[in-house]
Nanobody, 123 residues
Framework: VQLVESGGGSVQPGGSLTLSCAAS????????IAWFRQAPGKEREGVASLGHDGTPYYKDTMKGRLTISIDGDKITVYLRMNNLHPDDTAVYYC??????????????????WGQGTQVTVSS
């Protein structure tokens, strides 16, 4: 059972990226999936979550720039990020928690974590 992120990379300010989080060995059925990020020297923070009922939640300061979605087979979750800023530079992680309806900010509560994917925003 594991989560595998992909889609990170380098992009110029104002650009866009779509991150993917694929479940291996299970499906996201009845899971809430969240994206966290950790910038150098900073604590890990939650940026988006998709409740097990399909309701999306976003970090307030990033609303309007993020879209979290899931495929029909509930195997892959996507995070579309638009109008990226240099301070969006971080390692982005996906995580899954069983049957959580809201955005769980307690990282210790998550059942599964991915290894992370680097996003670098720079001109």
């Amino acid at each position: 059972v594991q989560l595998v992120e992909s889609g990170g990379g380098s992009v110029q300010p104002g650009g866009s990226l779509t991150l993917s989080c694929a479940a291996s060995g299970f499906t996201f059925h009845d899971y809430s999936i969240a994206w966290f990020r950790q910038a150098p020297g900073k604590e890990r923070e939650g940026v988006a979550s998709l409740g097990h009922d399909g309701t999306p939640y976003y970090k307030d300061t990033m609303k309007g720039r993020l879209t979290i979605s899931i495929d029909g087979d509930k195997i892959t979750v996507y995070l579309r990020m638009n109008n990226l800023h240099p301070d969006d530079t971080a390692v982005y992680y996906c995580a899954a928690i069983w049957r959580y309806a809201l955005f769980c900010y307690s990282m210790d509560s998550y059942d599964h974590w991915g290894q992370g994917t680097q996003v670098t925003v720079s001109s």
